[in-house]
C-alpha cells in the first residue's frame, strides 16, 4: 500500500533554478525562501546550484542559448531511447536484456527535468537579459520627484527575514547618474542579494559620458579570498528603477563587498566594502 504521505509531490521542489535565477515574483520569492528554513531537500537543492549563476554570468547571451540548446537535444535523444516521455516517466520499453533499471530511469528524468527548470527560468526572464542573466531585473520608469508624488506605490509589507540581514547604500566611485543600495540576507545555504538601483532622468554634465541612452549594468560580489562574482545583470536608461535579484555561496561573513559595474563600457560605477 502506497503511503500518501511520501507520494505527494513537493510543489517548490521545482522552485530552486528559477530562485536562483530571479525568475520568482516577489511574493514568491519570499514565499520559497520561508519554505527554505524547513525543508532540508530543497535547501540541498537550492545549494547544489548556488553556482549556476556565475557559470552563466561567464557567458554570452549567443553561447549560452546555444549550449543549453544542445544539451537539451542529447537529453531529450537520451529519453526517447529510454522510452521517457516529456512529462516524465512513460512505459519503460523493455530491451533485450530486460527492462530499464528504475534507478536509471529516475536518475535520467531528474537531469531532463532539471535542464528543462533551467531553460524555463532563462526564458522566463527579460529579453535584454536573456541566458546570460544571473537574476532577473524588473525596469520600472518612474518620475524622480518628491517621495510620495502622483503615481507613487508602496511595497507589500512582507514579513520580517528569519536570518540578518545587512544593508547599505553604495557608494559612487565615478560622477554617474547612478545610485543604489543593496540587502545582503543570511540564508542556510549562502546570501540571497537584492539590489534597489535609481537612473536619473538628467545625464551628467560632462560630454561623452555615455549615459544619456540606456545600457547594460551587473552588480559583482567579491569574497574576503579575493575572488569576484557577477551576481545580477539589468538593463536600464535614464528615469527607471530597478530591483533586481542574486545570490552567492558565500556566507555574509566572507564578503569583503559589492560593486555595480557599467558594461558598455565596462567601468565600476559604485562600490560598497564590509569590515
Given at each position: 500500500m502506497i503511503d500518501p504521505t511520501k507520494s505527494r509531490r513537493d510543489p517548490y521542489e521545482e522552485w530552486d533554478a528559477a530562485y536562483l535565477l530571479g525568475a520568482l515574483s516577489a511574493t514568491e520569492r519570499l514565499e520559497f525562501e520561508a519554505h527554505l528554513s524547513g525543508c532540508a531537500r530543497c535547501a540541498g537543492a537550492v545549494a547544489d546550484l548556488a553556482g549556476l549563476p556565475g557559470l552563466l554570468g561567464a557567458l554570452d547571451d549567443d553561447e549560452a542559448?546555444?549550449?543549453?540548446?544542445?544539451?537539451?537535444?542529447?537529453?531529450?535523444?537520451?529519453?526517447?531511447d529510454a522510452g521517457i516521455a516529456d512529462a516524465g516517466i512513460a512505459d519503460a520499453r523493455g530491451t533485450a536484456s530486460g527492462?530499464?533499471?528504475?534507478?536509471?530511469?529516475?536518475?535520467?528524468?531528474?537531469r531532463v527535468r532539471l535542464r528543462r527548470r533551467v531553460r524555463s527560468a532563462l526564458f522566463g526572464v527579460a529579453g535584454a537579459v536573456a541566458a546570460a542573466v544571473v537574476a532577473a531585473a524588473v525596469v520600472l520608469p518612474i518620475t524622480l520627484?518628491?517621495?510620495?508624488?502622483?503615481?507613487?506605490?508602496?511595497?507589500?509589507?512582507?514579513?520580517?527575514?528569519?536570518?540578518?540581514?545587512?544593508s547599505a547604500a553604495l557608494d559612487a566611485v565615478v560622477p554617474s547618474p547612478i545610485t543604489a543600495s543593496v540587502a545582503l540576507t543570511s540564508t542556510t545555504w549562502g546570501t540571497s542579494i537584492s539590489l534597489s538601483c535609481q537612473y536619473r532622468d538628467a545625464?551628467?554634465?560632462?560630454?561623452?559620458?555615455?549615459?544619456?541612452?540606456?545600457?547594460?549594468?551587473?552588480?559583482?560580489?567579491?569574497?574576503?579570498?579575493?575572488?569576484?562574482?557577477?551576481?545580477?545583470?539589468?538593463?536600464?536608461?535614464?528615469?527607471?528603477?530597478?530591483?533586481?535579484s542574486g545570490s552567492t555561496a558565500a556566507?555574509?561573513?566572507?564578503?569583503?563587498?559589492?560593486?555595480?559595474?557599467s558594461l558598455n563600457p565596462d567601468r565600476t560605477l559604485l562600490s560598497r566594502s564590509f569590515d
Open positions: 542559448l546555444a549550449m543549453l540548446a544542445v544539451d537539451l537535444r542529447a537529453e531529450d535523444a537520451h529519453a526517447a527492462p530499464v533499471p528504475a534507478h536509471i530511469l529516475v536518475g535520467l528524468t531528474a520627484g518628491g517621495a510620495g508624488g502622483p503615481g507613487a506605490s508602496s511595497p507589500p509589507t512582507a514579513a520580517a527575514p528569519a536570518h540578518p540581514t545587512v545625464p551628467p554634465a560632462q560630454p561623452g559620458a555615455g549615459y544619456a541612452q540606456p545600457g547594460r549594468f551587473a552588480l559583482y560580489v567579491t569574497d574576503r579570498n579575493g575572488t569576484t562574482t557577477e551576481v545580477s545583470s539589468w538593463s536600464a536608461g535614464p528615469g527607471a528603477t530597478v530591483h533586481a556566507p555574509i561573513a566572507d564578503i569583503a563587498g559589492v560593486q555595480l559595474r
